[in-house]
């Protein structure tokens, strides 16, 4: 039986830490929710503040066998950080540390709760860059960006959190410490453990410190905004950028229904009669620059967009600021999304596209799409209410549908929020018995007793 915080047996030994440990009510329903419509109740809340009070708690947990959830901001978009039955919450907001940035060897040592983008603006303030860039990153953690795999606007042409992570310190279930990676950008002795954690949602073991790889900061960018008044415009305009042998840093993608949320919620100064929008990035040299960004405007107004540069700083920010408002804006349309993020090979998105359109005609539901289209990554919104039983049903049917069309067109059913406990009945339609097997095998030699955030990744 799980361990229950509330029993007060006497030989009932307690949880280590008690000033760093609430169970009081309010804070337990807190640590409840991720970004997913998903809801449990812990029965512990611990903060710890290093890694020796990481592995009294882990290993507390391994004796008494209880479902122990690592959490870093709760940003999660597919249930990962919420706690089912009796689950301690591990909370790791209070290591928020950075380290070390070691501008010899291009590294920067944090602690799993510092947040993306306190850590983006210490290192630009010194001409150096990390590009990985989720568009949570003024609240998501490095630890939850660790253990997602985060992506970001940027991945088109920098890459995932994966590319950047160099080496980890991990508490493993048993509450021993481990090293794996370290400092250097090559090492190849033995399984890359670094990788195989990287993406694994909490379920192997408790990331504690993270060794990143950073780079110079490009000297010049130019973001270019591009309206068309037919969506097949945009997605057209995205494959001609992607095959024009140009990598932008960014290329996103809104459809007509994120623009005008936006525009509603914001007053950002979009067009909202906009049929789809693309936000384009290229950095890099002056010269550079300036090339690769005449020769989009050139692709944008081949497919009949209406191009127009960022003046400045502000014009830019402003512009980020609106594609970061999507998410919470979207909920001016329904009061409930479905949000899913398909990814597709980069010139399959115009398929995916129109995939989409038929589904949502087929399920008579409002489908809302905007994302990282240069990397072929839509997040797709099935906009619905709970409270209203036909429509909800419909909008969750139209999610097999979804994932469906992503696979037939070779693509995946996520490509950042990863699994949690939103896809895990549809993993076995991408992943063969084999592999699913071997995943849990790698799962059980980590965790015999199955104590790391468990009825997570697997159905
Ligand atoms: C508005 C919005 C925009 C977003 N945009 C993006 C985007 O562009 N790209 C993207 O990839 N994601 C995006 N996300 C999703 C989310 O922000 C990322 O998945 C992020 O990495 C989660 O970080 P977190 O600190 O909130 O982690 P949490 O939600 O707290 O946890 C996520 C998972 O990581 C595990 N975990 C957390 N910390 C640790 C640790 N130290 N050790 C082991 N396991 C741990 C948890 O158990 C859980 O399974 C977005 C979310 C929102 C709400």
């Known amino acids: ?86 689950a301690i919450v591990l909370s790791l907001e209070g290591m928020n540390r950075i380290l070390e940035i070691d501008e010899k060897n291009m590294i920067a040592v944090v602690e799993p709760g510092v947040i993306n983008g306190r850590l983006q603006e210490e290192l630009e303030a010194k001409g150096l860059f990390y590009p990985p860039d989720p568009a949570s990153m003024n609240f998501c953690t490095l630890g939850g960006n660790v253990a997602e795999n985060a992506g970001g606007p940027r991945a088109i042409k920098y890459g995932v959190t994966r590319d950047y992570v160099l080496g980890l310190e991990v508490v493993l279930p048993d509450g021993r410490a481990l090293m794996t990676g370290g400092k250097t950008f090559k090492n190849v002795v033995g399984y890359d453990l670094t990788k195989l954690i990287v993406g694994s949602e909490g379920t192997l073991c408790v990331v504690t410190k993270i060794i990143l790889k950073i780079l110079p900061l490009p000297g010049e960018t130019a973001t270019l905004l591009c309206t068309f008044s037919k969506i097949n415009d945009a997605a057209l305009t995205v494959s001609g950028i992607t095959s024009s042998r140009i990598t932008p840093r960014v290329l996103e993608f809104m459809d007509k229904e994120s623009v005008s949320a936006v525009e509603n919620y914001g007053h950002y100064g979009l067009p909202a009669d906009a049929e789809a929008l693309l936000l384009i990035e290229v950095d890099g040299s002056r010269a550079s620059v300036a090339e690769e960004a ?74 809302v799409n905007f994302g990282h289209a240069g990397d072929g990554n839509i997040h797709v919104n099935v906009m619905t209410d709970k409270n209203d039983k036909d429509e909800y049903e419909r909008a969750k049917n139209s999610v097999k549908d979804i994932f469906e069309a992503a696979l ?52």
């Open 1 to 86: 039986m799980a361990f229950n915080i509330f029993r007060k047996k006497t030989d009932e030994e307690p949880l280590p830490l008690p000033a760093r440990v609430t169970t009081d009510r309010e804070e337990l329903f807190c640590y409840g929710f991720d970004a997913s419509s998903m809801q449990g109740t812990p029965s512990a809340v611990v903060k710890p503040v290093n890694t020796d009070e990481v592995a009294q708690v882990v290993a507390f947990a391994d004796r008494k066998q209880t479902p122990l959830v690592p959490r870093g901001a709760g940003t999660g978009m597919t249930g990962g950080a919420v706690p089912l039955k009796d």
């Open 294 to 367: 005449d020769r989009i405007a050139f692709i944008c107004a081949s497919n009949n967009g209406n191009v127009s540069v960022a003046g400045d700083i502000y014009a830019r920010k402003r512009l980020w600021e609106a594609r970061r408002a999507i998410s919470p804006a979207l909920y001016r349309i329904r009061p409930t999304k479905i949000n899913e993020d398909i990814v597709v090979p980069r010139g399959r998105v115009p398929e995916m596209l129109q995939a989409l359109t038929d589904i949502s005609e087929k399920h008579k539901v409002k489908i």
């Open 408 to 459: 037939r067109l070779e693509g995946a059913i996520s490509g950042e929020h990863g699994v949690g406990l939103t896809k895990k009945q549809y993993i076995g339609m991408e992943l063969s018995d084999t592999g699913i097997g071997l995943m849990k095998d790698i799962k059980k030699a980590f965790d015999p007793k199955g104590i790391m955030n468990p009825g997570k990744m697997f159905p």
